[in-house]
């Protein structure tokens, strides 16, 4: 998802070096996975990648990142966005952030998604579905509850929101967004 935010591709490069990536490759023990669902009750196909993170740090559990495990992961960028590709993911990313996050950083993570959805928004043709994102995401926050977990382990999950936080809100990520919408 972030290749339309990338330099072109130049003639030479079957690929460009990126900072972050999305529907890559995870395997789960079988163990883990029984006792943290891959994907939290409720949210449905995008943005669980964080509150699955939360689940398994807090429960003591740790993730391997294998740096020589290369995934690629290309699609047509020119393609216009669908309104659920906006949508979806900015209720999960609400929800996970009133459920898991406190305090100042919670609200900092708020407006800044806030901000970041209502661009997918506006670029899939829908910018009035973010006055109902809102109220979405608390009827599945209500069913899931709020969960305390470790400020070591919500630090460790923050950055799986770099570009949508307002203190990464001016990052490299979200200034190639905004110049490709």
């Not at 943005?47 to 699609?75: K, M």
Request: aromatic residues 14%.
């Amino acid at each position: 998802v972030y290749s339309p935010y990338l330099p072109k591709l130049q003639a030479e490069n079957i690929h460009v070096p990126t900072r972050a990536f999305i529907a890559g490759a995870v395997v789960f023990r079988r163990d883990v996975a029984l006792e943290i669902p891959p994907s939290p009750p409720g949210y449905f196909m995008y943005a669980t990648e964080p509150a699955t993170a939360l689940e398994l740090l807090a429960r003591g559990w740790e993730a391997d990142y294998l740096p020589d495990a290369f995934v690629y992961h290309v699609f047509e960028a020119r393609k216009k966005i669908k309104p659920h590709h906006a949508y979806l993911p900015l209720r999960n990313d609400l929800v996970t952030i009133d459920r898991y996050f406190r305090g100042m950083t919670r609200w900092e993570m708020r407006v800044g998604r806030y901000l970041t959805g209502f661009l997918h928004l506006l670029a899939a043709g829908k910018p009035s579905d973010i006055f109902r994102v809102g109220d979405d995401a608390r009827q599945l926050l209500e069913s899931l509850g709020k969960r305390e977990i470790p400020l070591e382990v919500q630090r460790r999950v923050y950055p799986c929101f770099e570009g949508t936080t307002l203190r990464t809100l001016f990052s490299e990520t979200t200034r190639r967004r905004v110049g490709y919408f």
